[in-house]
């Protein structure tokens, strides 16, 4: 077999194929080698597909002859700058993703199609001046007649020359006629030229809070300021003590001081149009807001401004972490807890990781803010990997609300006393109290917020009448409730119990949990309270593109009353006249069987209970509940991090689970139960006979077990959950999966492998 010479030029290309390997292609003798980070256009079979080139092929290994070459290198630059292309490798062993699957996620949508290499941008038509008419006696001769191409021309040398042509004809009035005529006569051309499309240009930011830094915004600030690169903070703020503020005196000093760049990650932007719109106020056209409604047009151009560093701050959700900014000099995480960091489809990265890795590597810093930690955050901050800084007091004196829990056990639910009026459905949801208070904040005209957080698919058994619900001795989860045949099943270590129709504890009928969703409580509030002014906010009623801040102005210009809505209206929002929050139904996810079940819950409450009493006039807060007696509601009601972070600790170390020890979560599923149980005993005999061969025992494989979702999408799911205080063994034992065990029907079976999951459901 021919081996490479000198005279053949070969490079490695990764392709978003499912194949961890890079491919070789051939350099045309004409093409000069690519650079790696560059795109290139190459033949898959009988197709074209783009990929990167990632260097030069290693020369002594390539059968020269079935290597083809490269079709196209649509670009100049590298699409991948090196810092980037060496986050993505990262991400490929750490997560077991193939290259170049990790780079088509990290490069905008509109660089991954081969028909266009080149993504369009949106075009605008300018006018230019053609022609210099330095002599007026000239001007005169020209346009003896014609008085309108004049005073066009002579716009056009106002407005410095060039125009676009939609202003003149608007704005000014032209006539297309006039615009053909200078043409014709050579005086001006019209050119086509990018225009950059901005979706927040449309929103005008209030103008930059003039506010002096209280004494702990300035020693978070100053910390951070001085801080070495590559160090990673935990911002410990309570909810309403300015983190924002300290973000944007950060921001300030890397962006204006040091000509450096930074990027800004929240959950989601659509539910935080009140944090972007803080940051574009003060650092104006320099931010480039990445919104998941983006077109993948919109995408690629705001991509393109940051490439170039036209724009030097990159405000978005996860996927913002790959924003293609040079001379990084900090990342922010707000809300570093939300599990919307969390990519949910392959490569499933956790953006708050990516971002201190990328950090470390870039030499920035990197901010993790949150008014209630995730544990491991928390605990990175314990062991000092992580510096911690904190803000234990809202600004401006204003005091954390009051909160008052309602038992709404039976017996205690006031929905007995109401039995056959006009107000007992409304009672069957609202205790006297949240009704009192909602009543109080019509009359006086303030604004409440209410938050159902339905979500119905986990199902589990509770007593009504002592609030019991089942949960597996050896997990510390709650059963999860099957139908057919009846029974409760632990999904963690597949233990099994009969339902029974009595509680356990109290001997009392138990029950299954049904839920009421947000619609129905609506209508039960427009049926209470005819006169208020109610707006919902959950998935059904925020479809459109600009759905979540339009609710948002409304509840801020004042025209809402009471905004009720799921976990979407908990994160963020600062509203002074907002001086209610009421939690319909506490309990909601409280028991879902994933061992951060107490943590969401926790965290939830406390994230909708920071949304009251943020002005002058204080607030209050309502929890209803069938677990008074819960840490999570307990340590809501309190406001105590610190004791929530002590009892859920205790809990997560035996069995451990995170922040104890790392997991990883393998799913299979198929179009059939039976095979795909069967596929889920060969992973794990598959698993244990490799740890065995490998003789160590650094991972523990829990399973298999049926999902708790069993079914999503009409495919049956099973899974295993792989455990090791060793992220270096997880990955080698993942990567050994991912890449030799035989999926016997690629078809129909799948297996995913979910590092660091967020959820186990
Ligand atoms: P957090 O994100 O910590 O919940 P925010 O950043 O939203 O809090 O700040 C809460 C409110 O306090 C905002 O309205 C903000 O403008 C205001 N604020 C922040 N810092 C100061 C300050 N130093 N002086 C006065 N008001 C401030
Ligand atoms: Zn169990």
């Not at 014609?146 to 005073?151: A, C, L």
């Not at 963020?572 to 209610?580: A, H, I, K, S």
């Amino acid at each position: 077999m021919e081996r490479v010479s000198g005279e053949r030029r070969t490079i490695e290309v990764a392709l978003p194929l499912p194949l961890f390997q890079t491919f070789t292609y051939g350099v045309p003798p004409e093409m000069p080698t690519p650079v790696a980070g560059t795109r290139v256009v190459v033949p898959v079979r009988n197709r074209k597909a783009v990929g990167i080139c990632v260097g030069s092929t290693a020369a002594e290994t390539v059968p020269v002859d079935r290597v083809r070459d490269i079709a196209v290198v649509p670009d100049e630059d590298p699409a991948v700058g090196s810092a980037l292309l060496g986050l993505a490798k990262w991400m490929a062993d750490y997560y077991v993703v193939p290259l170049g699957i990790v780079l088509r996620a990290i490069l905008p949508a509109a660089l991954g199609d081969a028909t266009a290499p080149r993504p369009r941008l949106r075009t605008e038509r300018i006018a230019v001046l053609a022609r210099d008419l330095p002599s007026l006696q000239e001007r005169d001769r020209l346009f003896a007649r014609s008085r309108r191409q004049r005073e066009l021309f002579e716009a056009l040398e106002q407005l410095g020359g060039r125009s676009e042509v939609a202003h003149l004809v608007s704005r000014l009035g032209f006539s297309a006629p006039v615009i053909r005529a200078l043409v014709s006569r050579g005086l001006i051309t019209i050119q086509a030229a990018a225009v950059p499309r901005d979706p927040f240009a449309g929103r005008s930011p209030a103008p930059p809070p003039a506010h002096e830094p209280t004494g702990r915004q300035r020693e978070s600030i100053d910390a951070l300021v001085r801080a070495p690169p590559g160090d990673v903070f935990l911002l410990h703020g309570v909810t309403g003590s300015g983190k924002t503020l300290v973000y944007i005196e950060l921001l300030r000093e890397i962006v204006h001081r040091r000509g450096q760049t930074a990027i800004v990650l929240v959950p989601e932007i659509a539910l935080t149009p009140q944090t972007v719109d803080r940051f574009r106020a003060v650092f104006g056209d320099q931010v480039a807001v990445l919104h998941s409604a983006l077109s993948d047009g919109e995408r690629y151009d705001a991509w393109r401004a940051l490439r170039r560093g036209e724009k030097r701050i990159a405000v978005g959700a996860r996927s913002a972490v790959f924003a293609p900014l040079e001379g990084l000099g900090a990342i922010i995480v707000d809300e570093e807890h939300e599990t919307s960091y969390k990519n949910g489809e392959t490569p499933r990265y956790h953006a708050r990781e990516v971002a201190i890795v990328r950090a470390r590597a870039e030499g920035a810093i990197v901010v993790l803010g949150s008014a209630t930690p995730s544990l491991e955050s928390w605990q990175n901050a314990e062991s000092g990997k992580y510096r911690r800084l904190s803000l234990p007091d809202r600004v401006g004196g204003a005091r954390m609300p009051a909160v008052e829990v309602v038992d709404l056990r039976e017996g205690r639910s006031p929905s007995a006393q109401h039995a056959g009026t006009s107000l007992e459905p409304f009672r069957k949801v609202f205790s006297e109290s949240l009704e009192a208070a909602l009543g109080e904040r019509l009359q006086r005209g303030e604004q409440s917020i209410l938050l159902l957080n339905r979500r119905g698919y986990a199902s589990f058994l509770q007593c009504d009448s002592c609030g019991d619900v089942r949960t597996c001795p050896n997990c510390s989860v709650s059963f999860t409730y099957h139908r057919t045949p009846e029974r409760l099943v632990c999904h963690y270590c597949l233990r099994e119990e009969t339902a029974g129709d009595t509680c356990r504890r109290c001997g009392g009928a138990t029950v299954r949990q049904h839920g009421t969703g947000t619609q129905q409580v609506e209508r039960l509030l427009a049926e209470r309270y005819p006169y208020a002014r109610l707006a919902r906010m959950d998935v059904d009623t925020t479809t459109g593109k600009w759905a979540h801040a339009n609710i948002l102005d409304r509840v801020g210009r004042g025209e809402v009353d009471i905004l009720l809505g799921t976990q979407m209206i908990a994160k963020g929002l600062d509203f002074p006249n907002v001086t209610l929050v009421g939690v319909v139904d506490a309990d909601v996810g409280i028991n879902l069987p994933d061992f951060r079940a107490s943590e969401r819950c926790f965290q939830l409450l406390s994230q909708v209970a920071g949304r009251a009493g943020r002005g002058a006039k204080g607030g209050d807060v309502v929890i209803q509940t069938r677990v008074p007696g819960h840490h999570a509601v307990v340590c809501a009601l309190s406001h105590d991090y610190r004791a929530f972070v002590d009892a859920e600790v205790a809990a997560r170390r035996h069995p451990s689970y995170p922040p104890f020890t790392r997991l990883a979560h393998l799913v299979a599923s198929g179009d059939r139960e039976d095979a795909t149980a069967a596929l889920a005993e060969r992973l794990s005999e598959w698993l244990t006979a490799a740890l065995a061969a490998w003789g160590r025992d650094e991972v523990t494989v829990v399973g298999p077990a049926p999902c708790p979702i069993e079914r999503i999408k009409r495919r049956w799911r099973w899974h295993l959950l792989l455990k090791s205080e060793r992220p270096a063994s997880l990955t080698r034992l993942g990567r050994a999966l991912m890449e030799r065990f035989p999926v016997p029907d690629a078809h129909a079976l799948r297996v995913t492998f979910d590092r660091d999951p967020v959820s186990l459901l």
